[in-house]
T-cell receptor
């Protein structure tokens, strides 16, 4: 079973920031939080990952709560090309430490 | 850098037939994964290879699915015989190191299988 909880879908306006939430209340002390996204008709692509501290890269920022039970992926200025399914993933010890995908959040961006 | 190559892009077969998918990972990537993605769901890991050895195949339905990675480079995934519920996109991914914690996965665009 997936160990993260995400909203099924979210909407955003183009050029506005987007905050995609993820709850992971049973996260263990050594689990990393990974985010991938999947554009239509493509395979997933890596976005960002972190352990405890907030992380930034050219694609997005990851804000991790102090208790690590939730995190937020931040897209600073949404574009139409950011419309995708966003997956928040934890290492899953029950699946041989592999990445286990849940259902993700479908982000729709309106022009 | 060339991405993960998969073929064919689409495949339609009848139930009880066999089918094979091919994957060529990014050059130098030692770890290769096969995922199954049913419509509307997230990808589900089927098998992971490290070089030419199997690391994890606990989710692979071994009565009908098989996979190999001879010479530790490209890989094939086979289904024999196919069932209607095998209709899905089959994704191949590769990474530099064994742990996804340290090396992100790079995915191909998948093979869409339809079983009629």
């Amino acid at each position: 079973d997936a160990k993260t909880t995400q909203p099924n879908s979210m909407e955003s306006n183009e050029e506005e920031p987007v905050h995609l939430p993820c709850n992971h209340s049973t996260i263990s002390g050594t689990d990393y939080i990974h985010w991938y996204r999947q554009l239509p008709s493509q395979g997933p692509e890596y976005v960002i990952h972190g352990l405890t501290s907030n992380v930034n890269n050219r694609m997005a920022s990851l804000a991790i709560a102090e208790d690590r039970k939730s995190s937020t992926l931040i897209l600073h200025r949404a574009t139409l090309r950011d419309a995708a399914v966003y997956y928040c993933i934890l290492r899953d010890p029950l699946a041989g430490n592999m990445l286990t995908f849940g259902g993700g959040t479908r982000l729709m961006v309106k022009p | 850098e060339a991405g993960v190559a998969q073929s064919p892009r689409y495949k339609i077969i009848e139930k009880r037939q066999s089918v094979a998918f091919w994957c060529n990972p990014i050059s130098g990537h030692a770890t290769l994964y096969w995922y199954q993605q049913i419509l509307g769901q997230g990808p589900k890991l089927l098998i992971q290879f490290q070089n030419n050895g199997v690391v994890d195949d606990s989710q692979l339905p071994k009565d009908r699915f098989s996979a190999e990675r001879l010479k530790g480079v490209d890989s094939t995934l086979k289904i024999q015989p196919a069932k209607l519920e095998d209709s899905a996109v089959y994704l191949c991914a590769s990474s530099l190191q064994g742990s996804p914690l340290r090396s992100p996965l790079h995915f191909g665009n998948g093979t869409r299988l339809t079983v009629t």
